[in-house]
């Protein structure tokens, strides 16, 4: 009974966590597999909700000078490309209710202030997209569900051609160059390793359909939970106790 009583008393701190703190979702995989192709088709499909985007690459250092004057030479690949302290910092604000601010990052003067920031509020669901959200333990450890975006090489690079050359006026050559030497090494020493922490791998990105409706099913009936926490807020509790 002592037992029970233990048991009882720690699914319902359990579920006090549980119905305040939102739904935070993970999205990795290479760069132009497709994340923020998913992530946009997840966030309307719930339409109904509030969700809140987050982009890893808002957290990346700003360049010093003399790294500006050798910007061909530095790796935007690397995890230490990211200010990860500001990362979990703003994520266990938003966690915890509270509102951010999170930079807006421009990829042609490699600087995050040059555009305001962008106010984000607490919402029902979070979403953590980038190369490398799943690299850091302490970024992994706030996620509820974690997605792979799984696109092969040469799509991702033909994709990045076409964006880096349209989007970022790079030119051809320089877009080759910065794969070879940085792009290809960092996805199969750091991002490639992190796919065995997801929950869910999606092959072909925003083409597979199934997957994408299934991953919305299923935050849907973790949001139904989360509302029949807040009404019932026993509940959760009651049915757990029962199946001792
Ligand atoms: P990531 O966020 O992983 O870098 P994006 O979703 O931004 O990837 O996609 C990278 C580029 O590829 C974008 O220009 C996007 O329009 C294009 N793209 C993404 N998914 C597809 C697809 N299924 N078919 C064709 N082009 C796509
Ligand atoms: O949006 P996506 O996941 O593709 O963004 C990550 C990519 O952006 C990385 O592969 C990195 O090389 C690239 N990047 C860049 N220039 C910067 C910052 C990032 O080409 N200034």
Known sequence: R????GHTRRLMSETEN?????????VAGGAASGKTT????????????RVVLVNQDSFYHNLSSEELTQV?????????AFDTEELLSSMEKLRHGEPVDIPKYDFKSYNNNVFPPRRVNPS???ILEGILVFHDPRVR??????????????????????RDTAEKARDIATVLDQYSKFVKPAFDDFILPTKKYADIIIPRGGDNHVAIDLIVQHIRTKLGQHDLCKI?????VIQSTFQI
């Open 141 to 162: 450890e706030l996620m509820n569900m974690k997605i792979f975006v799984d696109t092969d090489a040469d799509v991702r690079l033909a994709r990045r051609i076409r």
């Open 232 to 236: 019932y807020p026993n509940l959760y």
């Open 18 to 26: 549980f119905h305040k703190q939102p739904f935070v979702i993970g």
């Open 72 to 80: 061909h030479e530095y790796n935007f690949d690397h995890p230490d």
């Open 38 to 49: 998913v992530c946009d088709m997840i966030i309307h499909q719930l339409h109904d909700q």
């Open 124 to 126: 029902d669901v979070i």
């Open 2 to 5: 002592k037992q029970q009583n």
